[in-house]
């Protein structure tokens, strides 16, 4: 299958590219044998010497923007990531839209590609390579992710139902975003559900995620303002000995029976196929794109930390030190909900999450679930305003997130402590070549 993530850069730091240029002008703070690695009072000190070295593996990472997929749905989430939707402004047009979504895709494809990254202050580029972020447009300059590769940066772009509406285009709504139904835990702000265009950004350097963000609004400015916006973070690439599964702030291990890329039926349950799907009620301007419905699911986790380890698995199904299933074996051990155990009982419970999740609960249904953590401080009840930013991509809602949530609404016994505070279903389109736009087969088609 195409895709276009998880493209490492290792090489993406043009050769001979020299420390004095990764730190900017090493004249300006003072010449050789300055003390670098966070500043005073960081306690790390490295000698600067004037002599090829590469960006971190972090840093030089690169995903491609273009490809028939847009990026950030099957690449692994990256550390950081940011959630927002924008509303047309009143009076913003087709032609409005279309114009945003050439100048975001353009700053994207540009923020995104490897090369002149480092040391782009002005006076120090290598000049070995066009393009980069110093290529953007000089009102967006403002120096923010300077000195930082692309460190994985991915811009996912999506259409809300909202939007058909403000741009005349209601012939091309997809039937697939019909509004998702009313499930009973839901306690929804509407202000920060919905919207007219969603955004999600990922990167793995706060700093090179906070300034795309900053270059998508100041592109917006008179076209679209922020609704709501979302901040969450996964764990760093590195800080465990090995690649692993991430851990959601409940402490589990969490996304290990996700739908594979090597499954062979992976494209059909996460992508739009050529030409669309009138089963679904997709458009051929889907063609190559996913719906994505995004919940933010605050974890009760005062509530949850007076079970004990024991409860905690049994209401999830699976060992909370490695993720393995209660009915035996490793983390990748698949599920054996048949199982029963000495005292008669079922090893996986019956209602325990991965149970009522489970494709086998829900007639095959199923989703690629690429979520975010969050933590925004403590809510007005004083308990801790913290848990999932919930990423869900199927390439039809009616046959992923929306059977498996109605038997998880009041079947799950994870459900007592969630709370499901917001919620948006967006259609994401197909990715672009170069030249093109996300979005154009729907604007100019
Ligand atoms: C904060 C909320 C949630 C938490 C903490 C959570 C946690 C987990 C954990 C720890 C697993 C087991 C590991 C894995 O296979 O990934 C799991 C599996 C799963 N979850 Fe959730 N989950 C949450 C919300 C949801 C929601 C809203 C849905 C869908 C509507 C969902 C669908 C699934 C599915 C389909 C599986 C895999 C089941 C299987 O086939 O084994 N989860 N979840």
Known sequence: MESAESVRGEDAAPAGLSRRRLLGTAGAAGAAGLVVGGGAGAGVARAVRDEPVALSTVGSAYVPFEGARQAGIVGPAQAVGHLVAFDLVPGADRKAAAALLRRWSDAVRTMTRPGTQPGTQPGTRTGTSPGGRDALPSSYDDQIAYDAGPSSLTVTFGFGRSFFGRTGLTGRLPGALAPLPDFAGDALD???????????????????????????????????????????????????????????????????????????????????????????????????????????????????????????????????????????????????????????????????????????????????????????????????????????????????????????DGGDGLSRFLRHEASGLFAVPGGCGPGEYVGQRLLEG
């Open 190 to 408: 509407p202000k920060r559900s919905n919207g007219d265009l969603w955004v999600q950004i990922g990167a793995d350097d706060a700093l090179v995620a906070f300034h795309a963000l900053r270059v998508l609004q100041k592109a917006a400015r008179d076209t679209a303002g922020v609704r709501w916006q979302m901040n969450g973070f996964n764990r760093t690439p590195g800080a465990t000995a090995h690649p692993m599964t991430g851990r959601n702030l409940m402490g589990q291990i969490d996304g290990t029976n996700n739908p594979k890329p090597t499954d062979a039926d992976f494209d059909q349950r996460i992508f739009v196929p050529a030409g669309g799907s009138a089963d679904s009620g997709s458009p051929a301007w889907m063609a190559g794109g996913s719906y994505a419905v995004v919940r933010r699911i605050r974890m009760l986790l005062d509530s949850w930390d007076h079970l004990s380890v024991a409860r905690q698995e049994k209401v999830i199904g699976r060992r909370k030190s490695d993720g393995a299933p209660l009915s035996g074996g490793t983390e990748t051990t698949p599920v054996d909900l048949a199982k029963v155990g000495a005292d008669g009982a079922l090893a996986v419970a019956g209602d325990a999450h991965v149970r009522v999740a489970a494709p086998a609960s829900n007639g095959g249904a199923a989703m690629l679930r690429r979520a975010f953590s969050y933590h925004d401080g403590i809510g007005t009840d004083g308990t801790p305003d913290a848990g999932l930013l919930f990423v869900a991509w199927q390439a039809d809602p009616l046959k992923g997130f929306v059977p498996v949530q109605r038997k998880l």
